[in-house]
C-alpha cells in the first residue's frame, strides 16, 4: 500500500473514532447506575450493568416521562415537514429549472442568498408571528417553519439544470403537459438526491431541540430532543444515566434512517445527472 493511501486511512480511522466514541460513551453510560457515572474512575463498559433507566423512561417512576407521545411527535413532525420540504422544493427547483417564468434569475439570487442569512435571526420574528396567530403549542409551529428551506432548493436546481432538456420536449411531443413531465419524467430520474434531500430534511427536524424547546411549552406535545433538554435541565439533572438512555434513545431513530438510505446517499453525491 502507498505511503498516501496508509496516511489517508489512518486519518479516516482517527476521524472515525473521535466521531464514535461520544456516542459510545452515551450508549455505555446509559446501562451505568448514577453512582457509577459519576465515578472518578472511567471505565467505558458498565461495571455494574442496569436496565433501570430504560425502565425509568418507559414504565415511570417518580419522574412523569411521556416518552411514546414524544417519540410519535418527533416521527410526525418529522416525516411531515419532509413531504412538505419533499413538495415545495422539487417543484420550485422544476419552475427555476424548466419553465419559463418571469424574473428567474432574480428569484435564484434571492435563494442563494437566504442561505447566507443565520437562521437564528429569523427565530424571533417567526416566533412573534406564530404566537400572533396562537399557534404556539401546536403541531402547526413545529411544523411549518421547516418547509421553507433553501437548500434543497438549491440542491435541487444543481441536479435538474444537468437533466437533458431534450428529454422534457420529447415528452411534450408525446402529449405530456407540464404537471406529467415533472411527475413522470423528471422526478423518477431523481431518486438518488430527492433521497438525500429527504434524510437530511428528517433528521434535520428530528434532531432539532431550540425550536421546539421554545415554542412548546406543554410536556405532551415536546418532541424527543426537547424533552431531552427539559429533562437535563429539570428532573434529570442529578441522574446522567436516565438523561444518557433518553438522549440514545433520541439518537437511535436518525441513525438507522441514515444507514437504511446511504446507499441513495452516497449515489447522490457522485451523480451529476442525466448525461447528454
Same mark, same amino acid.
Given at each position: 500500500?502507498?505511503?498516501?493511501?496508509?496516511?489517508?486511512?489512518?486519518?479516516?480511522?482517527?476521524?472515525?473514532?473521535?466521531?464514535?466514541?461520544?456516542?459510545?460513551?452515551?450508549?455505555?453510560?446509559?446501562? @451505568?447506575?448514577?453512582?457509577?457515572?459519576?465515578?472518578?474512575?472511567?471505565?467505558?463498559?458498565?461495571?455494574?450493568?442496569?436496565?433501570?433507566? !430504560?425502565?425509568?423512561?418507559?414504565?415511570?417512576?417518580?419522574?412523569?416521562?411521556?416518552?411514546?407521545?414524544?417519540? !410519535?411527535?418527533?416521527?410526525?413532525?418529522?416525516? #411531515?415537514?419532509?413531504?412538505?420540504?419533499?413538495?415545495?422544493?422539487?417543484?420550485?427547483?422544476?419552475?427555476?429549472?424548466?419553465?419559463?417564468?418571469?424574473?428567474?434569475?432574480?428569484?435564484? #439570487?434571492?435563494?442563494?442568498?437566504?442561505? /447566507?442569512?443565520?437562521?437564528?435571526?429569523?427565530?424571533?420574528?417567526?416566533?412573534?408571528?406564530?404566537?400572533?396567530?396562537?399557534?404556539?403549542?401546536?403541531?402547526?409551529?413545529?411544523?411549518?417553519?421547516?418547509?421553507?428551506? +433553501?437548500?434543497?432548493?438549491?440542491?435541487?436546481? =444543481?441536479?435538474? =439544470?444537468?437533466?437533458?432538456?431534450?428529454?422534457?420536449?420529447?415528452?411534450?411531443?408525446?402529449? #405530456?403537459?407540464?404537471?406529467?413531465?415533472?411527475?413522470?419524467?423528471?422526478?423518477?430520474?431523481?431518486?438518488?438526491?430527492?433521497?438525500?434531500?429527504?434524510?437530511?430534511?428528517?433528521?434535520?427536524? !428530528?434532531?432539532?431541540?431550540?425550536?421546539?424547546?421554545?415554542?412548546?411549552?406543554?410536556?405532551?406535545?415536546?418532541?424527543?430532543?426537547?424533552?431531552?433538554?427539559? /429533562?437535563?435541565?429539570?428532573?434529570?439533572?442529578?441522574?446522567?444515566?436516565?438523561?444518557? #438512555?433518553?438522549?440514545?434513545?433520541?439518537?437511535?431513530?436518525?441513525?438507522?434512517? !441514515?444507514?437504511?438510505?446511504? @446507499? =441513495?446517499?452516497?449515489?447522490?453525491?457522485? +451523480?451529476?445527472?442525466?448525461? =447528454?
Amino acid at each position: 500500500m502507498k505511503p498516501s493511501k496508509i496516511f489517508y486511512v489512518l486519518l479516516a480511522s482517527l476521524l472515525g473514532i473521535i466521531f464514535i466514541l461520544p456516542m459510545l460513551w452515551m450508549f455505555s453510560n446509559s446501562f @451505568k447506575t448514577d453512582a457509577e457515572v459519576m465515578a472518578p474512575v472511567f471505565h467505558l463498559l458498565p461495571q455494574e450493568f442496569t436496565w433501570d433507566n !430504560f425502565h425509568t423512561i418507559f414504565v415511570g417512576g417518580d419522574v412523569e416521562v411521556p416518552i411514546f407521545r414524544w417519540i !410519535f411527535n418527533s416521527f410526525f413532525v418529522g416525516f #411531515a415537514a419532509t413531504v412538505l420540504v419533499l413538495l415545495l422544493d422539487t417543484m420550485a427547483a422544476y419552475a427555476l429549472t424548466k419553465l419559463d417564468i418571469p424574473f428567474k434569475k432574480t428569484l435564484f #439570487a434571492l435563494f442563494i442568498s437566504s442561505l /447566507m442569512v443565520p437562521g437564528i435571526i429569523s427565530f424571533l420574528p417567526q416566533y412573534l408571528s406564530f404566537s400572533n396567530l396562537n399557534l404556539i403549542n401546536t403541531y402547526y409551529v413545529l411544523i411549518l417553519p421547516y418547509s421553507g428551506g +433553501a437548500l434543497g432548493v438549491f440542491l435541487l436546481i =444543481q441536479f435538474f =439544470q444537468s437533466f437533458p432538456h431534450e428529454i422534457i420536449e420529447a415528452a411534450r411531443i408525446d402529449g #405530456a403537459n407540464k404537471w406529467h413531465v415533472f411527475t413522470s419524467v423528471l422526478l423518477p430520474s431523481s431518486v438518488s438526491i430527492v433521497t438525500t434531500l429527504a434524510i437530511f430534511t428528517f433528521m434535520n427536524v !428530528f434532531n432539532d431541540y431550540v425550536w421546539p424547546f421554545f415554542t412548546v411549552t406543554d410536556l405532551e406535545m415536546r418532541t424527543l430532543t426537547a424533552g431531552v433538554a427539559v /429533562m437535563a435541565t429539570g428532573s434529570f439533572t442529578a441522574s446522567y444515566g436516565k438523561l444518557m #438512555a433518553l438522549a440514545t434513545l433520541s439518537t437511535i431513530p436518525t441513525l438507522i434512517i !441514515f444507514l437504511i438510505g446511504q @446507499k =441513495q446517499f452516497i449515489q447522490s453525491i457522485t +451523480a451529476t445527472g442525466v448525461k =447528454q
